[in-house]
């Protein structure tokens, strides 16, 4: 019944026609759950409610996969308004963004002008962007662009996958630049030829990530929503006498808010991650398919209607 749900909702995400109409209808069906809002401005008073909770946030305007290079520089125009935004506005956010959006599909050029003019924004607000890891096939390019880049920009960081098999030893080329990373499981469909399928060697692959990073002396976001990870990344600091100041907690807006905000009452770090922008309906799907228990999320929205 769930992988029959879960399929479900991957099918449903993938719908066009039910993507654009999604535009027009606005944020429904509980999807203010999990997505701040259509645009920036309607995601700031969320905002502003979690830094007062005491959690810090990182925004991403959803959408991906940009063909047109017109659109890409529109994407990048949006991002470093944000920045300014964020900046004007006094909120404690970051950035994450997909290079996808910002035309690494299209030309090396284009997509390294683009991020260079939202990391000179970001560089002189003060503002630290994350760039969030696609699919495999497009893992290199993200890394070559990310180490491009962060040569001339410390406030750069990017995120890595513990189901693929490669991302051991990512961990180990990327410590040159001792970089600020993301540290995930993943969230993409990937083939055995490339990626653990067992969740035990996934998570055990995060582990080791996370004590390799850790140890290294880099600043580690640990991004998951799994009580074994969490706890781990508590003994292993506790343990290493890692300073409070090398790493943090990230989970998506919606999930686990309890532990969000008892995390941060224990004094750790905790980032929310919120999406916005009228592109939400793919994401919401994504997220239903991951866990279909949020259902009752639908069900309580469309009980509102
Ligand atoms: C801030 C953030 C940024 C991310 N960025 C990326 C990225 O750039 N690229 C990428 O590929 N992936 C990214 N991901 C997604 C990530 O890779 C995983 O797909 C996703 O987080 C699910 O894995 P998990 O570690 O949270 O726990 P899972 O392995 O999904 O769940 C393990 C256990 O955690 C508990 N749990 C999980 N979710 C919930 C919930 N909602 N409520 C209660 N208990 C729960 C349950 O006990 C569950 O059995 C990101 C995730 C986060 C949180």
Known sequence: MEAMTKNLFSYLAKSNVLNQAAKKWGLQFGANKV??????????????????QGLSVTVDHLGEFVSSAEISKERTQECVQTIKRINHEGLDSQISLKLTSLGLDIDHDLITDNLTQIMEAARHYDIFITIDMEDTSRCQATLDIFEELRANFDNLGTVIQSYLYRSEDDVRDLNKHHPNLRLVKGAYKESSKVAYKEKDDVDENLKRLIKTHLLNGNYTAVASHD??????TKQIVKEYKIPSNQFEFQ??????????????????????????????????MRRLAERPENISFVLKGMFKH
């Open 35 to 52: 997505v701040g809002g259509e645009t920036f401005a309607k995601a700031v008073p969320l905002i502003r409610q979690l830094n007062k």
């Open 227 to 232: 009580d074994v990870m969490i706890n781990y």
């Open 251 to 284: 989970m998506l807006y919606g999930m686990r808010t309890q532990t969000q905000l008892e995390l941060a009452k224990e004094g750790y770090k905790m980032r929310v991650y919120v999406p916005y922008g009228d592109d939400w309906y793919g994401y919401f």
